[in-house]
């Protein structure tokens, strides 16, 4: 790269819901500033204008679903130097990942008034399933603040500093008073990853688990607080477990573990 | 000059989602325009079956992270229709406040960084930055207060967490609001601003006959409640939605294709969104959004779709005026949400998404568990008149040079602000086993 020529940032999208690609265009007070640091190569969502690959720095948003985009995300690793994955749905799959736990292709040739017409494969898979990926940003969707800590790293040449402790971390330090303990609702903040900032606690509600398991959780301890502490059902823990992050391995063995009781 | 070829747009550009788009010309004339969804689904109302009825505002909201609370709000309805439930007074209020906020932030994305650079010849915002610092600029700020509202009752301003079935869960005191008042009232005088300036642009002489379709209410602009109306004497109750409105599966999409069932005239497109609502509900504009609207050259109806720009920047002061009203008037309610019983039945709700009507329906058992749901959204309405536009837009344009011809194309897709990823979201899994 010479002095003149900036990074070279893409963002590309599969299976979702435009919302974490949108955190970028949602950084209003920064977005002048971060386009002044790299040239927006490849952003669909946002220009029409097509700069070549290779790109130093793709951002990736969505879930592989059909065979095509298990092509594509080949190929856009291919002209990537840099690879990293943004939200539930490429770190995991994604809410559609919840097609993972049915027999889809039996389902949709039963049921489609034209089943010729759907191209899907039966999954919906993390991006990570398919190519090597440097960095994975959590969140349903990704908080803006840690998405502009990774840009800025990756362009610095060092490491994202993105926090894998407990949603229970960010409750403890904003001096918020745990629901479940003093509530009894239900909460998964104890096994998610922080980055939210505790915001279900903050409006009293549970954590329903958007930035996916944490590092090292014990999904099985709090299965056990929310069956025999809470009363929560069998059926309404395996919901739990199969949210946003329902294909994220801690959380898929915990609901599996459920399922049938 | 020859006159065959065709003109492909691969992936569009400056659209939420994926879409293409292909039209043929074949010895100087129009043969075919196809305007292609290929969003993967992801069978969203396959998966909500055998879900709580709690669930369904946080996992609609993630059919679209630009209108999460259209979502959230249309499913809520929903619920509470088929459970006999009714919200009203300062909880009510709060539901139009936060959807003002995604009113604005989804319109000041689109009007700003969208759209306008179609207008004035920018391939984005960014470039368009650097002629225009102070539009872009003005344009972010204003989006900027409409997240601000969304964020500070919803939590966050993507998929927000606070909206629940009865209401919200937690509401924020008076003082948190303050704030927000001041910064809304600059928003209202860059929302004036932005009608102006939207107002002068260069449009295509392109009126066309429409059968406008939203909600219209006795009292004020529809954003949750109302009958559904058209300027062709439809006049409805929410829940006869599905038996004047169908949806058709076709290859090219994988979006279903929505039409209106006509006796005389049989299945026929109509348009959903921003110029529908305005049409029908220009009365109930607050005053400053009327006059403003007229000053910027618009009558009480309009038929041009590449002047929704200018629409939507009326519906955007429209919205930062409401919000304002609401505020200085809020009430703290007694309680956060009013409390609701499941029972078995079939609840049906619509509102007013930025992009236009979106009807839910919810079939919910004794114990709450959703049985089936249907989901129809702006942008899947809308399908069928966006290629109805490009049939009759391009015959007196096939002199320009494709590149030309192609942009020009785009803008008039960009005209309705498609959320594709919303709309290839609901490839329906009716279940028949025999």
Redesign the interface.
Known sequence: MTAKSKPKLAVW???????????L??C??E??AV?GEVE?AYF??????VVRGPYDLSLVEGSI??AE?AERIRAVRRVSKTLVTIGACATAG???A??NFVD?EE??A?????PE????LAT?TPVSEHVYVDFQLRG??INKWQLIEVVSAYLNGRKPFIPTYSVCMECKRRGITCVMVAQGTPCLGPVTQAG?GA??P????GC?G?FGPMDTPNPASLSEWWLKGLGVSTA?LV?AWRG?NAYAEPFRKESEAHEHV | MSMSRTIKVDALARVEGEGALTVTVRKGELKDVQFRIFEPPRFFEGFLRGRRYAEAPDITARICGICPVAYQMSSVHAMENAFGVTVDGPLRELRRLIYCGEWIESHALHVYMLHAPDFLGFEDAIRMAHKHPDAVKRGLRLKKAGNDIVTLLGGREIHPINVRVGGFYRVPAKREWMQLIEELKWAREAAVETVLWTGQFDFPDFEQDYEFVALRHPDEYPFNEGHIASNKGLDIEVRDFERHFEEEHVARSTALHAVRKTAGSGRQPYHVGPLARYALNFDKLSPLAQETAKAAGLRSVCNNPFQSIVVRSVETLYAVDEALRILENYEEPDRPYVPVTPRASTGYGASEAPRGLLYHRYEVDADGTILSACIVPPTAQNQKTVERDLWNFIPSRLDLSKEELTWQCEQAIRNYDPCISCSAHFLRLELRKS
Not at chain 1, 13 to 23: E, I, P, R, T
Not at chain 1, 110 to 114: E, L, P
Not at chain 1, 117 to 120: A, H, L, S, W
Request: one cysteine or more.
């Open positions: 999208k599969f299976a979702s819901c435009d919302g974490c690609q949108l955190s265009i949602d209003e007070d977005l002048l386009t927006i669909l969502e946002a220009s029409r204008a679903t059909t985009d994604g809410i559609q919840l097609r889809v389902y949709i039963a049921v489609y008034a034209h017409y759907i191209n899907t919906s349903c969707p939210c915001l279900c903050s409006y009293n509600r329903y958007c309404d919901r946003f």
